[in-house]
């Protein structure tokens, strides 16, 4: 699936996703880290070789974020862990950017983003 299909990019949530993405293409980040712990879940990324903190949401806006993201990458609800690949556009070219699932130890959802060297 691709994330420039408009069927899924015009609700809030994928307008967030987007924003995240882009801004992410823009500054030269390596990776974004969705961990939906806890009542504020946050968004980390990996820029100059270490993780950042970047933003924090409220937990029922972590799980429209991560169904976004796994039905842009045509994934069931249920898969626990897997990886795929989410197809966007920015400054005029076409970008692949990963996409991986996984639990923590303490079972606490992590979504990452890897994004291709400039």
């Not at 994330?3 to 993405?21: E, G, V, W």
């Not at 980390?44 to 970047?54: C, I, R, S, T, V």
């Not at 933003?55 to 993201?69: C, G, I, S, W």
């Not at 898969?79 to 079972?107: F, K, P, Y």
Request: net charge negative.
């Amino acid at each position: 699936m691709d994330a420039r299909d408009s069927s899924l990019s015009s609700s809030p949530t994928a307008k967030l996703c987007n924003m995240l993405i882009h801004d992410a293409l823009t500054r030269g980040v390596t990776a974004v880290e969705f961990v939906g712990a806890g009542s504020l879940p946050a968004v980390n990324q990996h820029f100059e070789g270490d993780w950042q903190p970047y933003m924090q949401y409220p937990a029922p806006l972590f799980a429209a974020v991560a169904r976004h993201l796994r039905q842009l990458a045509g994934w069931d609800a249920e898969q626990a862990e897997v990886a795929g690949t989410i197809h966007v556009s920015h400054e005029g070219r076409d970008v692949e950017v990963a996409l991986t699932a996984r639990r923590s130890t303490d079972g606490t959802e992590i979504l990452t983003l890897r994004f291709p060297a400039r």
